[in-house]
């Protein structure tokens, strides 16, 4: 007598749902995105996406949540710079020379990063696009995408205080509004069907360039 198979544990259900409906909305737009169509992408019983998310905008709202913790993750996994800890550990020593070093370990970091959301994460990020107009138009999902950009902002915020920004947080707004619209720009702007297939040594002299506007003492 074949041992029933057990069900995955609730926060890897919710996590499942989620992940489906990121790639649902990045496939056919918020119009595909259904708790039915949900259940039948992730071979899930009837009615399972409805009973962790009883609304649209709830599932909306987990869809923001998980896109933030994976750009977190992706974060993380670059190491470097952009990885918890900062910048090398002896940016006393010479403070001139570990700043250029920690900024082109950072424009490499980066540029890595643009360079996977742009290929293999293309997906997530046509996803994030499509449900931040949502967050624009109903004001119930407004709190979800804010709360879920934060971390980006907050990240970036130290990394840059590491790197000699005088107003962090400003230009942690910066950085992010600027790679926002570079991978707007490479996923879906006008020119995004004709352009060649992403380069990381392009990318990286980008986010270089990024950087240094970023960081360049207020006048």
Not at 77 to 89: F, V
Not at 113 to 120: A, G, K
Not at 154 to 165: K, N, P
Request: charged content about 25%.
């Amino acid at each position: 007598m074949s041992t029933p198979r057990k069900s995955p544990p609730a926060a890897d259900r919710r996590t499942l749902i989620a992940d489906i409906a990121i790639d649902l909305v990045a496939a056919t737009g918020l119009r595909g995105l259904t708790h039915r169509a949900v259940d039948g992408a992730a071979g899930l019983p009837a009615g399972s996406t409805s009973y962790y998310f009883r609304t649209r905008t709830a599932l909306i709202g987990a869809c923001y949540q998980r896109l933030a913790e994976l750009d977190l993750d992706d974060v993380g996994d670059l190491g470097g710079p952009l990885a918890p800890g900062g910048p090398p550990a002896d940016l006393d020593r010479d403070l001139e020379r570990d700043l250029e070093r920690g900024r082109e370990a950072a424009a490499a970091a980066l540029g890595g990063l643009l360079h996977r959301w742009l290929t293999v994460g293309r997906a997530r990020q046509l996803a994030r696009f499509e449900l931040s107009l949502e967050a624009a138009r109903n004001p119930e999902l407004e709190a979800d995408f804010h709360r879920a950009g934060r971390g980006a902002r907050v990240r970036a915020s130290g990394i840059l205080a590491a790197l000699g920004a005088q107003r962090p947080e400003e230009a942690a707004e910066l950085l992010v509004a600027w790679t926002d619209g570079l991978l707007y720009d490479r996923l879906a702007g006008a020119l995004a069907r004709s352009r060649p297939a992403p380069d990381l040594a392009e990318l990286t002299s980008v986010t270089r360039r990024m950087l240094d506007a970023v960081l360049a003492r207020p006048a």
